[in-house]
């Protein structure tokens, strides 16, 4: 088995230990937010203070999306993807202090770090993959491939982290379980540093900081619908959902995180699977993108259903449980068609510059959920959050349709 590794090519040998790094990251990812969500919730907090804890991890994103992909540009991406396993690793050490210690400040501090140390990672990961295919229509079929085993693995081991954080908690306490998550990623950023190539997406032209904001339309209407897209899942997602098992349903840590985890790691099955699900043979940029406009309507449609059976209490209990999957399912294909297209659409000399720029949207879309969901939710409950989803589908399509008109 290992001769055949070492006779892969070379391109393949290099996706195998992005992956690998982006699966690590992504699994401890996971679990960290789901330990802070039920252990600070464990401890009293409401679901407003808990959004709370999450806003530097989205601000912070934010930035480092933006500017880590100028920084990729100019370093390279392997060495903003260490950086980004680095910084993980010192912020889950930030955690590991005595309980009085974990002020409101303080773990939102910790969370910054962790929010800089994702979007590195995952700016990183996603950029890189463009470099390892050829440019032709056969390749941007390969490119949509890779993305979308790239996305969908990375969002089912997510799930996973959910659930390890959840039984992590229940076994070890907070403190032991940050500690086991460290270990985990101190060994994938040791392979990282010793494995992966160092001249990965370093622009042959050195770009300007002022070249940081996109100038592309088509990439400023993909972005636009990929702010509002993720919103609309974060906006019951992140807080609203695991605190309405909790009280609702009465459910323990185990199954809350049980459950996140499960929808996390379908709809990263189907994200991998979505080249089969919408025919993988890529022909044009306005094929794909007709594609995308026709999914999110979908999911217009299926939320739309779902906040109605909600609002006439007639999915409350487990109606609700299979409403949300459909939704992830739908979802997952949009997500997966995004991004393939900001990939496509992004320039082959200092990719990352675009690809950050996208994922600088991406984060924005999940700042804004965070804090619609616990604001939302404490103020209306999961209903209004639903509803708020269906405003901003209807959003994403109609920035989908206009990039639709623009490739046309």
Known sequence: MFA??????????QYFIITGNYWAFTLTDGALRMLVVLYFHQLGYGALAIAMLFL????????????????GAQLGLNKTMNIGLGLQILALAMLCVPTDWLTVAYVMAAQALSGIAKDLNKMSAKSAIKYLVPQNSSGQSKLYKWVAILTGSKNAL???????????LTLFGFVGALFTLI?????AWVISLV???GDIGKAKNKPKFKTLFSKSRAINLLSTARLCLFASRDVWFVVALPVYLATQFNWNHTWVSGFMALWVIAYGLVQSQAPRITGQVITSGFNTVNKAYKWVTLLCVVTGILALLMQFNSAVNYPLIVG??????????????HSYLIVSFASSDGVSLDVGFYYMANAMGRLLGTV???????????????????FLLIMAAIATAFLAKHEG
């Open 56 to 71: 530097f991890y989205e601000i912070f994103g934010v930035i480092t999306n933006l500017v880590g992909g100028w920084l």
């Open 195 to 197: 494995f992966l190539k």
């Open 372 to 390: 619609l969901s616990g604001w939302v939710f404490q103020l209306y409950g999961l209903v209004a959050c639903l509803w708020v989803s269906v």
């Open 183 to 187: 270990v985990l990623l101190s060994v």
């Open 324 to 337: 949300l999957f459909i939704f992830g399912g739908v979802f997952a294909v949009n997500s997966s068609l």
């Open 4 to 13: 055949q590794l070492a006779n892969l090519p070379s391109s393949l040998k």
């Open 158 to 168: 997510k799930g996973v982290g959910f659930f390890l954080g959840g039984v992590l």
